[in-house]
């Protein structure tokens, strides 16, 4: 219980359910205030007290387990390092992985409890993970990194409902988090300032801004702070010949360079990625289906293959921006077939 609307209905529906509920919030932070302050985040003192009234309204117990370390450990520094190596991490994707459905979850079985349930829009039908009915508040691209086994210990009340009426019904049932707004951002960012928060870890690393040619045309404080597809913030002083923006087109920590270029040169219709992980067994072969390379991003038609330890994927139309460190989960209409993280993109031909 985070604190928040979602999983504060979602304990209401599980109790309601014939379930034997406890409520747990997880502490991330040994200093909670320094990672999120207000109602945006799941991290501050105020939401584990508005968890604990929401559990007393339900009549369920409720605990906080510590899972700091863990959690500064596999979250935190992890995204401090894949920006160190020229990559762009998912957090939230990175934190399902780990920490809810990992260090939550064996704690929970070691002790006793059938599975973890949250407040994710997302459904579970036979061990299938499919998209939650409300599409603005899908959440299952940041849970396909899950395994079967730990979908097999998971429950996700909320998929069959969209976030207004989540919010009605949490009125209805009388939990004051009904009208709680939404977290946003990174929730260990207190201030929402990424590349100030890096700059503190990472140090002051001036490089050179290049075009496509090697031509140095800005400079820059650090690497890390830049991510594919960027356009605000560059600090170039040289125009591009052609008048028109230019764009973060790659990042290479080993050179400490930023290369910028045409819109037109971020189109990618090729990807690689590493650690898959298969929600049913992968078909022998080339196959089509879906596949979503971000949070709420576009969706594309494409042909997926297992080779070996890596998921090659070509896209049926180029897609603009693709950052290495994000996810690239594959689709069959509404349900979730297999992840990987992105670790190689090739460039569409003209």
Known sequence: MSGGV?????????????????????????????????????CTLEDSRDARRAADVIGIPFYVWDLAERFHEDVVEDFVSEYAAGRTPNP???????????ALLDRAMALGFDAVCTGHYARLDGGVLRRGVDEAKDQSYVLAVCTPEQLAHALFPLGDTTKADIRRE?????????????????????DGDTRGFLAERLGTAP???????????????GAYAY????????????????????????????????TVGPRDS???????????????????????CHV???????????????DGDVLRVRLSSPARGVATGQAAVLYDGDRVLASATIAETAQALA
């Not at 490089?207 to 820059?220: C, F, K, L």
């Open 92 to 102: 939230c994707l990175r934190c399902n992985e780990k920490i809810k459905f990992a």
């Open 266 to 288: 971020l189109n990618v219709d090729e990807i690689v990625g590493e650690r898959p992980v298969w929600l049913s067994d992968a078909p022998d072969g080339p196959f089509g």
């Open 6 to 42: 979602d999983s504060a209905v979602a304990a209401a529906r599980a109790a309601e359910a014939g379930h034997e509920v406890t409520g747990v919030h997880m502490a991330l932070s040994s200093n909670p205030r320094s990672y999120r302050t207000g109602a945006r985040g799941c």
């Open 227 to 258: 991510t594919i597809g960027q356009r605000k913030g560059l600090r170039i002083g040289t125009p591009a010949p052609d008048g028109r923006p230019r764009y973060v087109l790659d990042i290479s920590p080993v050179t400490n360079t930023v």
């Open 292 to 306: 979503q390379l971000r949070a709420h991003g576009e969706v594309y038609g494409c042909t997926a293959e297992r």
């Open 207 to 221: 490089g050179p801004i290049v075009d496509t040619d090697g031509n140095e045309v800005g400079r820059h404080d």
């Open 170 to 190: 949490a009125e209805r049932r009388g939990l004051r988090v009904a009208d709680k707004p939404d977290s946003h951002d990174i929730c260990f960012i207190a």
